[in-house]
């Protein structure tokens, strides 16, 4: 215990410190109940975003673009101000953790290179990765084709997950075995950089990955079958063996499922319970995302002297920003606070009078 200590005595009191500026449940009142959108940007200098979004324009051609590459990359920030709190193998593992980030900016250069698209209007949608990779995105987008990224990326990490999405995007010209086949290795690459780290850590760090790939499971599975009219096999083939889910039976109990009915009937704790008399997709969706927030906070509320801290908070982060991008979507499109309060994610951890929305 008191080598956790060592190990974690600044890193968790500096995560701890961030965690306390999230949002709070004062800060979404006023943010929901904004007058205009000049009304809860003013708001929002007051807050820890007020840097990122000084000086943007609201009005101009690449808002949403420039708003996104704002707010991430204050997420970016968040993510080297965590690293650099913790010791060697711990940080090693915030790395990893990033390349999530990556595999997005990764579809962005897919969707240009597919859609033949403008590699200079195209680039505002690129995250800042600086410090995060040494891939040059701007430099992938005036590559000739997929298939020419596939060729330049093939000796590294990224190959060979593109080398195997590649044979199914020639004869379908879809690209979401591409997606499909980044999204598997980053969810590979994250139980893989968990050897980096402690038994003890691994297990923290751990249980909130396998939390992540199941709700990703469900919610892939039901899109899959329900969206896209996929069969139970070709379910099966794109989901993630961790978790519950490691067990073969189970993916596929998971993929051949008929209706939400027999989901539920086919599902394990938790999961069976949680989503029983879900009426849609978009319910079972909610009910998991308001799991996984949970999940986030029990490990927020545990002492800071193991990885689970850093990584929650990390999570947690993000979803403020996508709460954010929310609020003000809603503001530009005029919606009532009573349109936008559901889509947010609504539970959440703040600082003081952190609650519920």
């Not at 040494?134 to 093939?154: D, G, I, M, Q």
Request: glycine content about 8%; charged content about 25%; some cysteine.
């Amino acid at each position: 215990m008191m080598l956790r200590v060592f190990r974690y005595a600044y890193g968790g009191a500096k995560v701890m410190a961030l965690k306390s500026r999230l949002l709070t449940l004062r800060d979404y009142h006023f943010l929901l109940r904004a007058r205009d959108l000049d009304d809860l940007l003013g708001y929002l200098r007051t807050t820890d975003y007020g840097p990122a979004i000084a000086g943007w324009d609201w009005r101009a051609e690449d808002a949403e673009a420039d708003l996104s590459r704002r707010l991430y990359g204050e997420l970016l920030q968040t993510f080297a101000k965590v690293r650099r709190g913790l010791m060697a193998r711990e940080a090693r593992f915030i790395e990893v953790l990033a390349q999530r980030l990556v595999a997005e900016n990764l579809k962005v250069v897919l969707r240009v290179l597919h859609k033949n698209l403008s590699p200079e209007q195209s680039a505002a949608w690129l995250l800042p990765l600086t410090g995060v990779t040494p891939l040059n995105f701007e430099e992938l987008l005036r590559l000739e084709n997929v298939a020419a990224l596939s060729a330049h990326l093939a000796r590294s990490p990224w190959g060979p997950p593109l080398a195997r999405g590649l044979p199914r995007y020639k004869r379908e010209q879809s690209l979401f075995p591409l997606e499909m086949s980044l999204d598997l290795w980053v969810f590979a690459c994250l139980r893989q950089g968990l050897k980096i780290l402690s038994r003890a850590d691994r297990q923290a760090a751990g249980q909130l990955l396998d939390t992540l790939a199941e709700i990703t499971n469900i919610t892939w599975a039901g899109r899959f079958r329900d969206l896209y009219g996929f069969s139970g096999e070709e379910i099966y083939q794109y989901l993630i063996d961790a978790g519950v889910f490691e067990k073969s039976r189970l993916r596929r109990d998971l993929a051949f499922a008929q209706s939400l009915a027999d989901l539920a009937a086919r599902l394990p704790h938790p999961y069976g319970a949680l989503l029983q008399g879900a009426a849609d997709d978009s319910e079972v969706e909610a009910r998991l995302q308001r799991h996984w927030l949970a999940a986030l906070e029990k490990v927020l509320r545990r002492p800071p002297f193991q990885m689970g801290l850093p990584v929650a908070y990390l999570f947690m982060k993000e979803l403020e920003l996508d709460n954010l991008i929310t609020l003000i979507t809603g503001k530009l499109l005029n919606l009532p606070p009573e349109r936008v309060a559901p889509l947010l994610r609504r539970r959440f951890l703040g600082g003081r009078g952190g609650g519920y929305v």
